[in-house]
T-cell receptor, first 113, second 109 residues
Framework: ETGVTQTPRHLVMGMTNKKSLKCEQHLGHNAMYWYKQSAKKPLELMFV???????ENNSVPSRFSPECPNSSHLFLHLHTLQPEDSALYLCASSQARGGEKLFFGSGTQLSVL | RKEVEQDPGPFNVPEGATVAFNCTYSNSASQSFFWYRQDCRKEPKLLMSVYSSGNEDGRFTAQLNRASQYISLLIRDSKLSDSATYLCVVNARGFKTIFGAGTRLFVKA
């Protein structure tokens, strides 16, 4: 059983839809991350929150909007996505000291039609 | 130049073989280093941290060479269950943890 839970596991959406990905961690960590993994590409860091404050924002298009209401929950709000945004979206958590080991959720496999 | 580079493989080895992967990183100020394992359609999972003095965990040995900016992973006595993609991971600063594209390993009976 993972300490990081992501929902939904799979999501199919049209380009005009609005949806949200949810992540919850039960490890007592204070940092949470969103990564994108496209086919045959390395994981790309999207956003990092430490103690509920955004500390990394890697030039991600504004159609992706993160939200971290508390140290246990992280959301990724999606709107007007493009087909090239289809990918596996992974949430991770760590201790809030930087450079720490990451623990991942199972991911949301997103398909944009 | 990519921040973290790995040979994508695949490496095809028989059971019981010893196999080694290397990884290079570009940021000389990097502080933390890890190997993760990712099975097909699953999330990455931490395999081991990598320390300057080298470290071993059962059949797995990791080495760090700061002068040459490379990291290695050695797997002895390969098992079928070792088949996976091995990700080299480097923390450049703060929370910026960068993943390599991975090296695929297939262990065959």
């Amino acid at each position: 059983e993972t300490g990081v839970t992501q929902t939904p596991r799979h999501l199919v959406m049209g380009m005009t839809n609005k949806k949200s990905l949810k992540c919850e961690q039960h490890l007592g960590h204070n940092a949470m991350y969103w990564y994108k993994q496209s086919a045959k590409k390395p994981l790309e860091l999207m956003f990092v929150y430490s103690l509920e404050e955004r500390v990394e924002n890697n030039s991600v298009p504004s159609r992706f909007s993160p939200e971290c209401p508390n140290s246990s929950h992280l959301f990724l709000h999606l709107h007007t996505l493009q087909p090239e945004d289809s990918a596996l979206y992974l949430c991770a958590s760590s201790q809030a000291r930087g450079g720490e080991k990451l623990f991942f959720g199972s991911g949301t496999q997103l398909s944009v039609l | 130049r990519k921040e973290v580079e790995q040979d994508p493989g695949p490496f095809n080895v028989p059971e019981g073989a010893t196999v080694a992967f290397n990884c290079t990183y570009s940021n000389s100020a990097s502080q933390s280093f890890f190997w993760y394992r990712q099975d097909c359609r699953k999330e990455p999972k931490l395999l081991m941290s990598v320390y300057s003095s080298g470290n071993e965990d059962g059949r797995f040995t990791a080495q760090l060479n700061r002068a040459s900016q490379y990291i290695s992973l050695l797997i002895r006595d390969s098992k079928l269950s070792d088949s996976a993609t091995y990700l080299c991971v480097v923390n450049a600063r703060g929370f910026k943890t960068i993943f390599g594209a991975g090296t695929r390993l297939f262990v065959k009976a």
